[in-house]
C-alpha cells in the first residue's frame, strides 16, 4: 500500500542554520503531497503542498520539491528561526479512485536554538 | 469562514463514561475524518466520512463510532471511556478537486481528552 518514510527526529539546530527533513514515499498512483507543522498545543496547519511531478512548493521560507524519480519530498529552509520550532509531518493525498485515505509520515520534531 | 470547529477543548472523563466529540466545518466540505494522536506520536485514523451518511472504519475504530447526519457535522462517540482513549482528537476535512485529485486536509485546534 501507499507510504511515507519521514526522517527521524528530533532535530536541533542553531538558529540561521540550514534546514532539511527528508520525506520519501511509496504510492500507486499520483498523489499530491504536503508538509504540515503543528506547533506546540495546536492542531496541524499546512505548510505547502506540490500536486504533480517537478512542482514546487514554498511558504514562509521553506521549500519542497516533488521528485517523481526519487519519490522525494524533502522539506527545507535556507535560515531557520526559534519561531520554526515545531513538527513536521509529511503526507500524501489518497491516489486512486475509491480510497479517501492521507497517509501521514511519523512527524520530525524540530527544536531551533538561539 | 471559521474553518472546522471542534468542542470541546479539554475534557477528563472517569472510567466507563461516555461523550461524544463536536466537529463542525463551514467549507462545504464533502470528506471528513476523525484522528487520534498519542503524545509524541503522528497520527492515527479512527473514521471518516465521504458524504452525509456515509462513513467508514480508519485504522483504530475500536471503542468509537460516528454519524453524518448532515455535510457540515461529523460528532464523534465515544462509549465506556478507557485510559487507554487518553489521546489529542483531531477532525479534519478536505474536497477533490476537479480532475479527480484531492486537496489538503483542514485541520480543527483538537480536543484534549483524558481518562482516568
Known amino acids: 500500500g501507499d507510504s511515507v518514510t519521514q526522517m527521524e527526529g528530533p532535530v536541533t539546530l542553531s538558529e540561521e542554520a540550514f534546514l532539511t527533513i527528508n520525506c520519501t514515499y511509496t504510492?500507486?498512483?499520483?498523489?499530491?503531497l504536503f508538509w504540515y507543522v503543528q506547533y506546540p498545543g495546536e492542531g496541524l496547519q499546512l505548510l505547502l503542498k506540490?500536486?504533480?511531478?517537478?512542482d514546487k512548493g514554498s511558504n514562509k521560507g521553506f521549500e519542497a520539491t516533488y521528485r517523481k524519480e526519487t519519490t522525494s519530498f524533502h522539506l527545507e529552509k535556507g535560515s531557520v528561526q526559534v519561531s520554526d520550532s515545531a513538527v513536521y509531518f509529511c503526507?500524501?493525498?489518497?491516489?486512486?479512485?475509491?480510497?479517501?485515505?492521507?497517509?501521514f509520515g511519523t512527524g520530525t520534531r524540530l527544536k531551533v536554538l538561539a | 469562514n471559521a474553518g472546522v470547529t471542534q468542542t470541546p477543548k479539554f475534557r477528563i472523563l472517569k472510567i466507563g463514561q461516555s461523550m461524544t466529540l463536536q466537529c463542525t466545518q463551514d467549507m462545504n466540505h464533502n470528506y471528513m475524518y476523525w484522528y487520534r494522536q498519542d503524545p509524541g506520536m503522528g497520527l492515527k485514523l479512527i473514521y471518516y466520512s465521504v458524504g452525509a451518511g456515509i462513513t467508514d472504519k480508519g485504522e483504530v475504530p475500536n471503542g468509537y463510532n460516528v454519524s453524518r447526519s448532515t455535510t457540515e457535522d461529523f460528532p464523534l462517540r465515544l462509549e465506556l471511556a478507557a485510559p487507554s482513549q487518553t489521546s489529542v482528537y483531531f477532525c479534519?476535512?478536505?474536497?477533490?478537486?476537479?480532475?479527480?485529485?484531492?486537496?489538503?486536509?483542514?485541520f480543527g485546534p483538537g480536543t484534549r481528552l483524558t481518562v482516568l
Open positions: 503526507a500524501l493525498s489518497p491516489t486512486t479512485s475509491g480510497t479517501y485515505k492521507y497517509i
Open positions: 506540490a500536486t504533480k511531478a517537478d
Open positions: 479534519a476535512s478536505s474536497y477533490p478537486t476537479g480532475t479527480s485529485g484531492y486537496n489538503e486536509q483542514f
Open positions: 504510492a500507486t498512483g499520483y498523489p499530491s
